[in-house]
């Protein structure tokens, strides 16, 4: 009973992780796409861009743990970014009015993959510091990616709390595995974190403090 | 009889491939040096460019399929992109009305790095639409750093059909394989398509639609 | 006697080599952080910039070798980087008199660095033309990734000796270890080549030529 329970309850989990895997995916590319077309970028260099965007952290991430990128083995990615083109061809006009829900996608996509980053970190035997850098970058650093592809200075340097609201996740997540907590409940609760951080960041407009330069 | 001629074939084929080689990266090559004279480089950064350009792309295909780096093993890359720095500084009044040659020579270039993109991939037991993207990456990628590192936004997300090229390469080689073509047909049916693509595509100006913004 | 010699001399150049990274690697991220705070990035920014810049050159490196990323089995490079955060913030009105301080250390892990890389190169087993690649890398490439992610033209493409004095250090590595001199000699004269060059090279304004467009 307790196996059968068990395979019950991880075929659920699996589902939907896969579902906010495809939530997050689809919002990190549609907004490498916006972006791109805000550069004249034609269809190859938006796709590329909101690939680079949704997969690009990951990315980093397998290529400094030494282990087989994800997205090599399932085309699920990249089949999700044509999704997100195609979308933004066609609803190009109404992305603007969907802006609220692409943000809660975003910020939903941004907690599963810093938990997704830190577990795989600590599975390859590295220390959960270790783990917090990786799951930041992975939530992170596509956006970087983006921004260095269209040119631009990267956003998350400047405004609002968005890698640091990964962090904030990577120090619940090892809060909790220090005092021993299961990991299905240290997974949500450092997911949790980062959403709610995101959120609340935006919201009441909360920003870390600019670093003044010495002409200041 | 039939071992010689495989042998005889086959050196005939290195040396072909060997020359094709050395064509693609000195095109690739200037390429980035011609790019880096524009930006008052000095003779360090337009080599870095240089060879940024020409392996560049490989070497990103290299590390995401975590196999040693090719130009590691064999200095014939780096020499090269020493041989294209001094042929820009000596030739430099001249390289414009060269302009069509290397056109030519970089449309070679693209064709036969996108053949070894993918058969180096599916060699690592990849499927073959990985190999699409790493064949597409190993032409194409080289170009997106030159102009990273140049400080532009880069020219083949906006311009012409060039990563395309490669995509359609990729696919004629895909179908080359499912209906069990010889290697030696698949390749060279590849890379012809590669480069028919690239020449037709900037003879009759054909692009790919632009991604419209939201504004217009 | 002469085994106990060498543990004191091994403990001593450990912990003057210590040192050195330490310096290195601060100096390394103050430049990071300085520049990041003329582009107003928050702190975040600022910290990823400085540890880009002290720790993207190695990272690199360790990427290409295939070897384990040295900053993930140590915090060391990760405090350092905080510790010169901290610096920036507390001290931002007088470190335009620490100019002189800040470019010798510069220069000091700029040579520690140079030589770590060709080390570790040689040590996989690859040939020293590959070290000095690796050495430049090590000890350049991060000021590369810096400039890319404040979005300016990367400064050692344009500005005075830096990668130069890499390579110069590089070239007298392979000398000595031709001709047969010990690893620790080796070490200093590498090591005081690239310090040298670096010095001179700033003080008598030495640039390498820069590379004229076509259009001059």
């Known amino acids: 009973m307790d196996t059968i329970n068990e395979i019950i309850r991880w075929g659920a989990a699996i589902t939907f992780i896969d579902i906010i895997d495809f939530i997050g995916t689809f919002a990190f590319a549609i907004s490498g796409i916006r ?29 400094m743990l030494d282990v087989p990128l994800f997205w090599m083995h399932d085309p699920f990615y990249l089949i999700c970014t044509g999704l997100a083109l195609l979308w933004v061809i066609i609803f190009r ?3 603007i009015r969907m802006h609220y829900t692409f943000f809660v996608f975003d910020a ?12 795989k970190t600590i599975e390859c035997g590295l220390p959960l510091w270790v783990g917090i850098i990786m799951g930041t970058m992975t939530g992170a650093a596509g956006g970087v990616i983006r921004d260095v592809l269209i040119n631009e200075v990267p956003l998350i ?11 904030i996740g990577g120090v619940v997540f090892t809060v909790c595995t220090l005092i021993g907590l299961p990991p299905l409940f240290t997974h949500l609760a450092c997911g949790a974190a980062v959403f709610i951080t995101r959120v609340v960041a935006v919201k009441y407009h909360i920003c870390l403090p600019t670093l003044r330069s010495e002409e200041d």
Do not use: H, N
Request: with cysteine.
């Open 93 to 95: 006009k109404y992305l």
């Open 108 to 119: 939903v996509g941004l907690a599963l993959f810093t938990v997704v980053g830190i577990q």
């Open 157 to 167: 340097f400047r405004k609002e709390i968005y890698a640091m609201a990964c962090i």
């Open 35 to 63: 972006l791109a077309s805000t550069k004249q970028f034609d269809w190859f260099g938006a796709y590329v861009v909101g690939a680079a965007t949704a997969i690009g952290g990951g990315t980093i991430r397998d290529i």
